[in-house]
């Protein structure tokens, strides 16, 4: 059973910085799935932030831009989002999730995604 185990969330200033942190159990190998980060505030539909495919190719929302950094290491299945110059408007629920038949791609729609972790909250204050 594959298990999505998210960390890192929790509340910061404007302008400060978080490391979310996404393991992922369960599976044999995760060779070739692409892993991603997600967001929900409240009222508003889940988005795509970020997601990095197996090969290290990454793609990224165009509000966190610049600000964020998204890594992966492959030896333990495990995926980080380095969070900078965080504003109020990056408080939301941020939900990880693995494609595992994305082979090279990095999609962004949420049905392309198999599995989903639990979600860890970042609330940002002004």
């Known amino acids: 059973q594959v298990q999505l185990v998210e960390s890192g969330g929790g509340l910061v200033q404007a302008g400060g910085s978080l490391r979310l942190s996404c393991a992922a159990t369960?599976?044999?190998?995760?060779?070739?799935?692409?892993m991603a980060w997600f967001r929900q505030a409240p009222g508003k539909d889940r988005e795509f932030v970020v997601g990095i495919a197996w090969s290290g190719s990454t793609s990224y929302a165009d509000s966190v831009k610049g600000r964020f950094i998204i890594s992966r290491d492959n030896a333990n299945n495990t995926a980080y989002l380095q969070m900078n110059s965080l504003k109020a408007e990056d408080t939301a629920g941020y939900y990880c999730a693995v494609d595992t038949t994305a082979d090279w791609r990095i999609r962004r729609e949420r049905n392309a995604y198999d599995y989903w972790g639990q979600g860890t909250q970042v609330t940002v204050s002004s």
């Open positions: 369960g599976r044999s190998s995760f060779d070739f799935s692409t």
